[in-house]
């Protein structure tokens, strides 16, 4: 009620303004004859308004609605226009006008109960302004005709009739599938208090009393009508949001599954490459055996936790050396040049998700980066570093900057654009970051990890003492 309030004041502004503003204007009955010209573009507005929920929506009663709300507002132009450009016409032609409003009132009608059972073929705009346009050039055509007047008792049946056939669209409208109860019973408001209003409007303005009557009912069912419009946006802004909030969590999920993905298929890869080397290299070292085991050992607990979705691993402090060495050594015993030392560094995060990230950076050396690749761990200021530097082209500046994004790849990659933006991420979440540093000639991806904090020194141990 507060909203239709609302739009009802905001109607009535321009009137307001006008008599406010031109005091020379002041004359009742002349605003009575023109305030459908004011009013008007309101109706078309709210028709506007249904429209745009249409193109959203695609509903059909939405696209029955807007076509509708056009033909009417279009017809009370042609009417004002009338009242006011030739004003004798209204009771000179008064028969043929009468007929005018009755196929109007028809029109109505067939647009109401069509909406509850058809879907709309062409656009609802061009429907209102094709029907709307037919009318209006209609009432103009009957101008050009002989007179025929009508006598007041067969005027006041016609326009009885005109009233009933737009509480009868009132009915369909309320019938109306998959629209509010708050939405319909306004609409259906709108409907009756413009009924009323054109009813009470007088032909030629002298009749003060029933002029400001039907001006306020105008008014009244103008703001109705716009406020029904205006939560009809309301409405499916709501359902939009709420779309687009569903797609983006179904978005986030699936992109979560892509990911773990190419988690579990990298490690299944590791795995198999490892086990594989053990069963065909019966002369392999028996130290480099034993890191492919443990590597095998690893790399299957770290698949059987993403096989089961359990937590993430705690962030510890890890011996990087560690967690490097198997999967260099795997990457080694597959024919790879890898060149690293151990460094003694230990930091602060999860190890199998390091093991992730670096198996992610070598797999794209060995496939955009040339024969050989340089993994080294490096001391920082408060952080730790893990730089692997290839010897091939670089990233191309096109996609430098966004080559951690999701799907984001150099042209003729058969990479999925998947594994730098997982590296990425898996950095982040436990306290890192994942950066391309200048290379030269290749690409340097530089993995970035909290030091391992200082213990205290004991109490009394006389640290700080000069």
């Not at 939405?183 to 009756?192: Q, S, T």
């Not at 150099?410 to 436990?430: D, K, N, Y």
Request: with cysteine.
């Amino acid at each position: 009620m507060g909203q239709s309030l609302v739009a009802s004041a905001t109607v009535a502004l321009p009137f307001a303004l006008l008599w406010w503003l031109a005091p020379r204007v002041r004359d009742l009955q002349r605003l009575v004859l023109v305030h459908e010209l004011f009013l008007h573009p309101f109706v078309l507005a709210a028709g506007a308004l249904i429209y745009v929920c249409w193109r959203i929506t695609g509903r059909p009663t939405t696209a029955w609605l807007a076509a509708g709300v056009v033909v009417v507002g279009l017809q009370g132009f042609a009417t004002a226009a009338v009242r006011v450009g030739r004003p004798s016409a209204l009771t000179q032609h008064a028969g043929w006008l009468v007929g005018v409003d009755l196929l109007l009132a028809a029109v109505l009608v067939g647009i109401a109960a069509l909406a509850a059972h058809r879907v709309l073929l062409v656009d609802p705009f061009v429907a209102g302004a094709g029907v709307g346009a037919v009318l209006v050039m209609a009432r103009v055509w009957v101008l050009e005709l002989p007179t025929l007047p009508i006598g007041s008792s067969l005027a006041d049946g016609a326009a009885v009739l005109v009233l009933a056939a737009h509480v009868l669209t009132v009915g369909l409208v309320a019938r109306l599938p998959r629209a509010e109860v708050a939405l319909r019973a306004r609409i259906g408001a709108a409907i009756v208090l413009l009924a009323v209003g054109r009813f009470l409007t007088p032909s030629g303005g002298a009749n003060d009393a029933a002029g400001v009557a039907a001006l306020l009912f105008d008014v009244l069912g103008t703001g109705v009508l716009l406020a029904a419009a205006v939560a009809l946006i309301r409405v499916v802004g709501g359902e939009v949001l709420g779309l687009n909030v569903r797609l983006e969590r179904l978005e986030a999920e699936l992109r979560e599954g892509r990911a773990r993905q190419h988690e579990v298929g990298a490690t299944i890869a590791g795995i198999a490459s490892a086990s594989h080397l053990l069963q065909t290299q019966r002369t392999m070292p028996a130290g480099s055996r034993q890191t492919l085991e443990r590597m095998i050992d690893s790399e299957a607990a770290r698949l059987q936790r993403l096989m089961d979705d359990r937590p993430v691993g705690a962030v510890v402090a890890t011996d990087l050396d560690a967690v490097l060495e198997p999967l260099l050594v795997a990457h080694r015993s597959r024919g790879r040049v890898v060149r690293w030392r151990p460094g003694g560094v230990v930091a602060t995060c999860r190890p199998d998700d390091v093991a992730e990230v670096v198996n992610i950076l070598l797999e794209n050396a060995a496939q955009h980066g040339g024969p050989g690749v340089t993994v080294a761990t490096l001391v920082g200021d408060g952080s730790v570093e893990i730089r692997v530097s290839d010897e091939g082209p670089g990233v191309p500046a096109a996609i430098a900057r966004r080559i951690f994004e999701w799907g984001e790849r150099r042209a003729g990659s058969t990479g999925q654009g998947i594994g730098l933006h997982v590296a990425r991420r898996l950095m982040v979440e436990q306290g890192g970051d994942l950066h391309l540093a200048p290379g030269d000639p290749g690409a340097v991806f530089v993995a970035t990890l909290p030091a391992v904090a200082p213990s205290p020194p004991p109490v009394g141990s006389g640290a700080g003492r000069p």
